[in-house]
């Protein structure tokens, strides 16, 4: 027996949509609170020290939390080809703009705290907010295209066509789902800072956090009614699937209809799961911003995060990249995957260097620990951001 037939094809398929997810959720939670907290800086902080309080509580670890973006494209690269393929040249100009803006984020890091000129440091600070608020807005932008559907269509030869524009990207819908995760990264920053800052800083961020939870609460509420009365359609297979099949998008047929993306809560109730944490812990990460219980707050927070994320890749499955104007040329678990053998290789290579990734992260995390403030910075005056 060859070692890759060990799991069944379909299997591996469902595992590596499963991993893509966990990978896409833990940069969702990780640097995530570190987009919030850049997107809030110019809100909780009004002085230099204040920002360097804020700017600190992630310095120590934002590098570490990019990798899980770096996995994700790599997984998406390697299990998913033809994703990869048609959501990097169809959203070309946009992941340009998410790229260039986190490229502004390492460098603002870097280079603020090189010279004490106030409008030097100022100017790096926006840089620092750009490149937050940005990538949290089109990521979000892009969750809800796929919703949507891509306008792309695929020839015998599996040739891709994309008939979209840039500004096409930024439909009414498409801009909630972007509120969305700004709102959401923003509450998680801000229960981020309610933990780890000290003095004013960690007030306003409970108070910007509050009010992103509201909202969060809002859109996510909004979002789930649009779907559910089918104001956005869904996407249905119509043909039998076979799960083991090579990746071949046509050799199936699929159709669009109103409030499909809810089919799969019907058929597995136990989904509910994902919308239900969604809602409870945004209630409980406002709770705790209220009521100043720290680790319970950003725990909540966590969740709430997680919640929002799952309810769209459980609403969606098997479809990974739907096709509106060309439905059966839609992407989906079955028939957009690599070979048996690379997932089998891939899922090897996961099982021994993922585990290492995330002993590594925790001691970072462990050793890094504690609460940023005014002494601390003054302190550390040399080291610290």
């Known amino acids: 027996m060859i070692l890759y037939e060990l799991i069944d094809y379909s299997v591996l398929k469902v595992l590596w949509w499963a991993l893509l997810g966990i990978i896409l959720i833990a940069f969702a939670v990780t640097d995530g609170f570190d987009m919030g907290v850049g997107t809030l800086l110019p809100f909780v902080a009004e002085s230099d020290v204040e920002r360097r309080i804020a700017i600190n509580t992630i310095g120590a670890t934002w590098e570490g939390n990019q990798v899980w973006f770096i996995l994700g494209g790599g997984a998406i690269f ?19 703009i998410v790229l260039a803006a986190m490229i502004l984020r390492p460098v603002a890091f870097k280079y603020r705290s090189k010279r004490p000129d106030p409008a030097w440091r100022t100017a790096w600070d926006w840089a620092l907010f750009t490149g937050s608020f940005v990538p949290a807005l089109v990521f979000g932008v892009a969750v809800g295209n796929v919703l949507l559907g891509v306008p792309y269509s ?108 809810m089919a799969n809560y019907a058929r597995h109730p136990w989904m509910m799961i994902a919308p239900a944490l969604g809602f409870l812990g945004t209630l409980g990460a406002l709770a705790g911003l209220q009521t100043r219980f720290e680790g319970l707050t950003f725990l909540c927070s966590k969740a709430a995060v997680i919640g929002i994320i799952s309810t769209v890749g ?6 990974i990249l739907p096709s509106s104007i060309q439905p059966e040329a839609s992407l989906t678990v079955w028939d957009a ?43 550390d005056h040399d080291t610290a951001y």
């Open 78 to 96: 390697a299990a998913w080809p033809p994703l990869y393929a048609i959501s990097f040249s169809g959203f070309y100009l946009a992941m340009f």
């Open 154 to 261: 695929l020839d015998q030869d599996l040739r891709m066509t994309y008939e979209g524009s840039f500004f096409g990207l930024f439909s009414p819908f498409s801009l909630l789902c972007g509120l969305l995760s700004v709102s959401m990264l923003v509450m998680h920053g801000g229960a981020w800072l309610g933990m780890r800052a000290g003095g004013v800083v960690a007030v306003r961020g409970r108070r910007c956090g509050s009010v992103a939870a509201i909202v969060s609460l809002v859109l996510f509420a909004l979002g789930g009614w649009l779907v559910a009365t089918g104001y956005v359609e869904g996407f249905r297979i119509t043909s039998e699937v076979d799960p083991n099949m090579q990746a071949n998008p046509l050799a199936k047929q699929a159709i669009v209809e109103g409030s499909a993306w």
């Open 314 to 319: 459980l609403s969606m499955f098997p479809f």
């Open 337 to 379: 995957s690599s070979s048996h053998a690379t997932l089998f290789n891939m899922l090897v290579a996961t099982a021994i260097f993922l585990p290492l990734i995330l002993i590594y992260t925790a001691w970072v995390y462990k050793v890094l620990w504690g609460k940023v403030d005014e002494e601390t910075i003054e302190r």
